[in-house]
């Protein structure tokens, strides 16, 4: 059996997967203490958890600790050179610039300070820091840098990160961000994990646990610990495997939304793959190296707000509890539904009385008043939805094949999950004109998403034939590239690379490995060849187990 659980910010649901079939599902409501809530969704299922064997989880932990500022001090040692000046990009003042340089083929021109180096440390140190990020400008090139600087300082703290392990793509002031965020969540995220690992034992359940990424991608809970900040956005990343899970036409351009409590989120699939995030996502409107699907999050859910600003109905963008139909203290979009019928497990009196006073400043019939709180959340969702496709329309276009795509994107059918998705439906395709499809399961499609979810892993090789190295910066390998190495004998070397990764965390078998990334150059002296400079991406591929079998 396969569980997976999505943490959201209203719900958390569970689904048990067993031969290829939805066994068991189970809703709970999310409290402040996150482990608990798990394990009372867990409980809810009623399976026997100790014939468990993969657990996957779907988390807004570090997301939030990243937009709540709920993280502890993290610092920053970052060596440049000339060129881009990273004081820019500094967040907090706790980054600090040093000496040291590489130019962009890795080779080194300044070289680090270790005495600077153990001064900024004790200055960090001095102000409470609990963890460093080390970034090292063009370390995917030569990580010698981030390595020393590194192994200088690690005796003092209780986190360290470098940049290099986090991507091979080249850009430094992502990279910094990266890494930085990257350092400042390890804590929460390790104490979490830690609790996680503690609840399941106490239930039975021995089985490795594994975190869903911002990819649509799954990593062990270790590799979670170590790279914290890929596991952002995951909530997100959930709702579209589901979504992917349960798409009936993948060959129709579809616009998938997930209408939670609070948000709803949105991406876009075309041939049955969801929509990558060219360069990586952004946190906090800062642009990072994190891999992730591309999806936008809108400020209207089925329990936003609804108030009367200067004559008008706002709904949204904020949610103060569930809806007055079901206990709540706000009227809400689905006590809206329950005025109107269409949210029968609500109680209707409570959703007239909590409407009322709405009808009563606007001087307005209460149904009418119901119709256009509906209309307003939806035309707020379309008018996101619209402005979305315009702007993935206005750069370039990747699937999780990364693939450059193009053709216009045009979603020509909805797919919605979600509490409120059933209820809405109707309202949807008026708004939008086309046909809207709301899946079995939808109700916890999220957690389906995680459970059925593939583990991914992207490495870059980088070879200088002339300088005599190939460098593997997200598993830190740095050895010697012979003269005469091919690009064929490159290819070969990261799958080996990537198999044994695979193999060493016990992740899944038969996963396919392909490149995604292939440049050659000639590196020219003179008029003659004096060496070949090889840039190589691979990848295992996020997507749905194959012994998934779609419900009829």
Not at 94 to 105: E, I, N
Not at 245 to 274: C, R, Y
């Amino acid at each position: 059996m396969r569980l997976g659980i999505d943490v959201g910010g209203t719900h958390t649901d569970a689904v048990c997967i067993e031969e290829g079939t939805v066994r068991a599902t189970a809703k709970t409501l999310t409290v402040s203490d996150l482990v608990h809530s798990i394990r009372e969704v867990i409980l809810a299922l009623g399976v026997d958890c100790t014939r468990v064997e993969r657990t996957i989880l779907s988390t807004t932990l570090s997301t939030n600790a990243i937009i709540e500022k709920t993280f502890a001090p993290a610092g920053m040692i970052i060596s440049a050179g000339p060129g881009i000046d990273p004081r820019n990009y500094f967040l907090t003042d706790d980054f600090h610039l040093v000496s040291g340089a590489m130019d962009h083929r890795g080779r080194e021109y300044i070289p680090i300070d270790p005495r600077e180096i153990s001064s900024v440390a004790e200055k960090l140190k001095e102000r409470n820091v609990a963890g460093v990020g080390v970034v090292s400008k063009f370390s995917a090139k030569n990580p010698a840098h981030e390595q020393a600087i590194s192994s200088l300082i690690k005796p003092g703290f209780e986190h360290v990160s470098m940049g290099h392990t986090l991507s091979g793509n080249l850009n430094f002031p992502r990279r910094i961000h990266t890494t930085y965020f990257n350092t400042a969540v390890m804590p929460v995220q390790n104490r979490f994990l830690l609790a996680v690992k503690k609840a399941f034992a106490g239930l039975g359940i021995h089985s490795r646990l594994h975190i869903l990424k911002a990819d649509g991608g799954t990593c062990t809970a270790a590799s979670a610990g170590e790279y914290p900040v890929e596991t952002i956005l995951s909530g997100p990343a959930a709702s579209m495997m589901g979504g992917l899970a349960l798409s009936t036409e993948p060959d129709v351009a579809t616009l998938m939304m997930d209408i939670g409590g609070t948000t709803t989120d949105m991406g876009i699939l075309i041939g049955g793959v969801p929509i990558l995030e060219p360069r990586g996502v952004s946190i906090c409107g800062l642009k990072t190296l994190v891999r992730g699907l591309k999806v936008v999050s809108v400020g209207a859910g089925g329990d936003s707000c609804v108030s009367v600003v200067d004559g008008k109905i706002r709904v949204g963008p904020h949610r103060d509890g569930p809806p007055a139909c079901l206990g709540g203290p706000m009227p809400t979009p689905m006590d809206a539904l329950a005025v109107l019928g269409r949210f029968p497990s609500g109680n209707q009196e409570k959703a007239r009385s909590a409407i009322a006073p709405v009808a009563a400043v606007l001087g307005r019939e209460l149904e009418g008043v119901a119709r256009e709180i509906v209309s307003l959340m939806v035309g707020n969702i379309r008018a996101n939805a619209l402005e979305f496709v315009e702007e993935v329309n206005r750069h370039p276009v990747y699937t999780i094949y990364e693939m450059l795509h193009p053709e216009l994107v045009e979603p020509r059918q909805l797919l919605v999950i979600g509490g409120p998705a059933a209820q809405l439906k109707p309202f949807l395709e008026e708004a939008f004109g086309m046909k809207c499809t709301v899946p079995d399961h939808a109700m916890v499609a999220n957690a389906l998403g995680a459970a059925l979810a593939r583990t991914t892993v992207q490495i870059t090789l980088v070879a200088d034939t002339q300088l005599g190295r190939m460098v593997c910066p997200e598993m830190g390998i740095d050895e010697q590239a012979p003269p005469s190495l091919t690009m064929r004998e490159l290819k070969k070397r990261g799958v080996d690379l990537l198999r044994a990764h695979l193999a060493s965390q016990g992740l899944e078998e038969g996963l396919e490995i392909r490149v995604v990334e292939e440049q050659s150059f000639n590196i020219v002296r003179g008029f003659s060849t004096a060496g070949r400079n090889y840039r190589l991406k691979l990848q295992t591929d996020p997507g749905i187990l194959p012994e998934w079998r779609l419900p009829c």
